[in-house]
């Protein structure tokens, strides 16, 4: 079964700070990657995802992802955080082919102090 | 366009009892998929309808059951309620489910077992 670990939980920066969450996933085959944030009070959202192709994705709000195989990671970024970014993130995995069957990751806790 | 809607937003049951939670999709969305949401667990895939069949299905137990209506909407239904079934319930939906479509989520449906 595959797996999803966000290892930082809480994560606390001051505006113009650059960020990188992490996340590995544990999974043998194809996948395809995501990233969701859900901002104080909103909903569930989609940041960005990787199906195929170039490995560094770009999303919405000057976020971007890389997915590094060999390392089954798919890192989230930012070169310069805004109060507005506290949020929590979500990394989540689906295999590629198959059954769709979404793994979540735990979730990271971002607050930025303005 | 009008978002996911989830109702009640709120509730609250005792154990042994049965819920049943709605979850109306966008309009055009043919895919509907339901998620657990816990401190404890994260956010866990529970299962995901497709023109009324049940096309996908998470780690849960037979307690936790759904249905998909003609018009897309939703219902799932939890029987003999645990205290561990205390969590937010999500529901996202997408055009057509599956790899390629992005999932919007809904407000989520707090329940509280007592």
Do not use: H, I, M, V
């Given at each position: 079964a595959q797996s999803v670990s966000q290892h930082n939980h809480h994560v606390i920066l001051s505006e113009a700070a650059s960020l990188e969450l992490g996340c590995n996933y544990s999974y043998g085959g194809t996948v395809n990657l995501f990233w969701y944030v859900q901002y104080p009070g909103q909903h569930l959202q989609l940041l960005l995802k990787y199906f195929?192709?170039?490995p560094l994705v770009k999303g919405i709000k000057g976020f971007e992802a890389e997915f590094i195989k060999s390392k089954f990671s798919f890192n989230l970024r930012k070169p310069s955080v805004q109060w507005s970014d506290t949020a929590e993130y979500f990394c989540a995995v689906n295999p590629?082919?198959?059954?769709y069957i979404p793994t979540f990751g735990r979730g990271t806790s971002l607050i930025v102090h303005p | 366009k009008a978002g996911v809607t989830q109702t009640p937003r709120y509730l609250i049951k005792t154990r042994g009892q049965q819920v049943t939670l709605s979850c109306s999709p966008i309009s055009g969305h043919r895919s509907v998929s339901w998620y657990q949401q816990t401190p404890g667990q994260g956010l866990q895939f529970l299962f995901e309808y497709f023109s009324e069949t049940q096309r996908n299905k998470g780690?849960?137990?037979?307690?936790f059951s759904g249905r998909q209506f003609s018009n897309s909407r939703s219902e799932m239904n939890v029987s003999?309620?645990?205290?561990?079934?205390s969590a937010l319930y999500l529901c996202a939906s997408s055009l057509?489910?599956?790899?390629?479509y992005e999932q919007y989520f809904g407000p989520g449906t707090r329940l509280t077992v007592t």
């Open positions: 195929s192709g170039d590629g082919k198959g059954s | 780690n849960f137990p037979g307690r003999t309620l645990e205290l561990g079934d057509a489910g599956g790899q390629g």
